[in-house]
């Protein structure tokens, strides 16, 4: 037993003086300014990183173009960051109308990247996550009460027109519309990377034009078959007529 104890006591010491060694080469690089140390410390964000690693994960995109709602992602994501939804469009393929990123709890694990079938998510390698730009994805803070919020097309368009645009230039009733979907101090950095939602005039025409084309699809392969059907019953008459009179048979 007294063994052991002072097996256990040699062990903590030569924990304690690796685990110390360690530490002293990573102050004395940072001390010098030199080493692997020092590479990687900044005085964030006076001084933001000017170069990441190829493996790094920084937040994460969608090219809703080619997301075909399989909802994969949706499913293997394990913090449940993830809002989609999808619409029909007149060739009757899913579009993604909503596709909301909470980036405030994604932890860049990638799972959903790799359960992706059509490649539509990517890690980005940026160093810093922060509301930008009305161009392409976009991303914005919203209050909980926000993420319920319907975005039809039209208002997506909206919320890209507005944003690029100074506050102090925009109307009240714009400045309010905004304040309705947005909120600077959210605690949800969303990122938005949806189509919107069809408003209830292009619904119907959505509608309209994907029961005309399923009809029209429908008389072409009546219309085909029965063209079959035609052209076999003259093969089959043909066939007949031209096969010799049995000399049994009674005029």
């Not at 938005?192 to 994907?210: M, N, Q």
Request: proline share 6%.
């Amino acid at each position: 037993m007294i063994l052991a104890w002072v097996n256990d006591i040699v062990e903590a010491v030569v924990s304690l003086v690796t685990g110390m060694r360690t530490t002293g080469r990573f102050w004395s690089e940072n001390w010098r300014g030199a080493g692997g140390a020092a590479a990687v410390t900044r005085r964030y964000p006076e001084e933001p990183a000017v170069a990441v690693g190829e493996r790094t994960r920084g937040h994460l995109i969608n090219d809703a173009s080619r997301c075909i709602v399989c909802r994969a992602c949706e499913k293997a994501c394990p913090v449940d960051c993830i809002i989609m939804d999808g619409e029909r469009t007149e060739d009757n393929k899913l579009r993604a109308s909503r596709f909301d990123i909470d980036l405030a709890k994604c932890l860049s694990c990638g799972l959903c990247v790799r359960v992706c079938p059509t490649d539509s998510l990517a890690m980005t390698a940026s160093f810093a996550v922060e509301p930008v730009g009305p161009l392409g994805p976009f991303l914005f803070r919203r209050r909980s009460d926000q993420l319920d919020h319907r975005l039809a097309g039209t208002d997506m368009e909206r919320l890209r027109t507005l944003s690029a645009r100074p506050r102090h230039t925009l109307s009240p009733e714009d400045r309010a519309w905004l304040d309705q979907v947005t909120d600077p101090q959210g605690p949800h950095l969303i990122g938005l990377y949806g189509f919107g939602y069809y408003d209830s005039a292009e619904k119907a025409r959505v509608e309209a034009e994907r029961e005309r084309r399923k009809q029209a699809k429908e008389a072409a392969a009546k219309a085909a078959a029965a063209a079959k059907a035609e052209a076999a019953a003259k093969a089959a008459a043909q066939e007949l007529a031209s096969k010799p009179a049995d000399p049994g048979t009674a005029p």
